[in-house]
């Protein structure tokens, strides 16, 4: 009992309101002119209506570190109804917490309402604002794990900046001052590169364990080392990444494999212990030299493109993290004398299954995945007309992509990769000139049968 009533305190659930650090616009170098002007504008609206208004977490955090911001999200302390009556081109979404898009042109803020601490009884809250009741029915219920399963309960500035998971999300920027309000530290926490949870880390991990993999990233992305206490328990904690739901779980990892750090999120991964069972198809591929050089390889272009601003698939990602576990089921089907086509399929199913029983990969990227997959094999097919019926499918540009990754790895020749860049890039005779002889034995064609005028079939001619 007293052990539970000390993780309720430490978590966040029982606390005294903390007093934040409010900082000046010369010590933490953020000037109102480096805010979105979607964001300016909703957190300028809100607070000419009477409401608290922030640009909060991600945003400021990046900021601070120099970094240009991805998005900017807003926290304010009027409820979404408010918010969604303030701003004409917005829209209420979400369940489990409410919250608001505003929309401003092509750009979009999401406006969030302060959370309150989470409570294991139903019962209503409430706080009273300039605008009126915010009030709210506590729903919060565990699963026997720890992990909070519906949590939807207004509070203040304070309540909210402690339900955060790191010091470094829980920064707040009023762009009317000029000022960041820190309540944990979080400024400090950046000056030093560290990584510290807000509370006692094992039951915030209990509570949501996808802040394992948070941690993973963040601590890649903003190059920090995670602190002593902050990291202890995640390899104890690991297996309870099998209880999230598979939905969220491939969110969370499709944000950590296109940070645009992906080499160094997948190292820390296995460093901390996460790999195994996260992403199953890693946890034998990180073993083996050919697989591990493949896939990096795959997340170092991944990255090298993020970075540069081009666009990337995260079909021909998830593809390339899949595709030694494919080899490896396709040799045991072809082992059951099945032939080498229906074989591939049958083990690109088999891996399919296998990962999205853990993540929920969306049936638009295990398409395209299965696309990739099925066209290796024909790119060793330079006869006939293959090669040019390879050249008009429509994904022919991402299959080169990634089988010029496999010669890269030394998976096959780099002769093939090179005959396939001259070849899609030459002239019709050339092309022609090209192409191999097929050494394939040839089949033998039997005639159509001539029918007869009576209908019985004429015998076969030599």
């Known amino acids: 009992m007293i052990k539970k009533f000390f993780g309720r305190v430490f978590s966040g659930r029982m606390f005294k309101p903390a007093k934040p650090r409010i900082i000046a616009v010369r010590e933490h170098g953020i000037t109102r002119d480096r805010i979105g002007s979607c964001a300016l504008r909703t957190c300028d609206a809100l607070q000419e ?19 240009a911001p991805k998005d900017f999200d807003v926290a304010t302390d009027a409820t979404p109804e408010e918010v969604r009556g303030l701003f ?21 803020v999401e406006v969030s309402t302060f959370r309150g601490p989470a409570a294991e009884t139903e019962k209503v809250t409430g706080k009273v604002t300039g605008k009126g009741r915010i ?63 807000i509370g006692e880390p094992t039951q915030r991990y209990r509570e949501d364990p996808v802040r394992m993999l948070r941690a993973v990233r963040f601590a890649a992305a903003c190059n920090l080392e995670i602190d002593a206490a902050t990291r202890k328990p995640i390899k104890t904690l690991a297996e309870l990444l099998s209880n999230v739901p598979p939905s969220r779980l491939f969110d969370e990892m499709l944000k950590l494999l296109l940070s645009g750090h992906a080499v160094e999120c997948v190292k820390r991964l296995r460093k901390e212990g996460l790999h195994h069972g996260v992403l199953p198809l890693l946890d034998v591929i990180l073993e083996q030299p050919l697989g ?8 170092k272009n991944t990255d090298l493109r993020i970075r540069a601003g081009k666009p ?10 899949g595709w030694h576990e494919v080899l490896a089921a396709w040799e045991k089907v072809k082992d059951r004398n099945v032939p080498p086509v229906p074989a591939l399929h049958e083990a690109m199913d088999q891996v399919i299954d296998r990962q999205t029983e853990q993540l929920a990969i969306p049936r ?10 099925a066209m290796q094999p024909r790119f060793e097919q330079r ?8 050249l008009e499918h429509p994904r022919f540009r991402a299959a080169y992509d990634f089988m010029l990754l496999r010669c890269e790895s030394g998976e096959m020749d780099t002769e093939l990769g090179e005959w396939w860049t001259q070849f899609q890039d030459a002239d019709v005779d050339t092309r022609t000139a090209m192409l191999k002889t097929d050494s394939s034995p040839a089949k033998k064609r039997r005639k159509r049968r001539r029918r007869k005028p009576g209908g019985s079939p004429a015998p076969d001619t030599e």
């Open 364 to 373: 638009r990227f295990t398409s395209d995945m299965k696309d990739l997959w």
């Open 88 to 108: 004409r081109r917005s829209r209420v979404i979400g369940r489990r917490f409410k919250i608001v898009h505003v929309l401003c042109g092509r750009d979009m």
């Open 312 to 321: 990337i698939s995260p079909a021909f990602l998830f593809a390339a993290l």
């Open 49 to 67: 209506a009477g409401y608290g208004a922030f640009v909060v977490g991600g945003a400021v955090r990046d900021l601070i570190l120099g970094r």
């Open 135 to 197: 009030a709210a029915k506590d729903t919060s219920v565990e699963d026997e794990h720890g992990r909070l399963l519906r949590d939807n309960v207004w509070g203040d500035q304070s309540q909210d900046a402690t339900r955060r998971d790191f010091t470094i999300n829980a920064l707040f920027y009023d762009p009317a001052k000029e000022q960041v309000w820190d309540y944990h530290g979080g400024v400090a926490d950046l000056k030093s590169r560290r990584l510290r949870m």
């Open 383 to 390: 006869a006939g007309q293959r090669p040019f019926r390879l």
């Open 292 to 299: 591990e050089r493949f896939v990096m390889l795959a997340l």
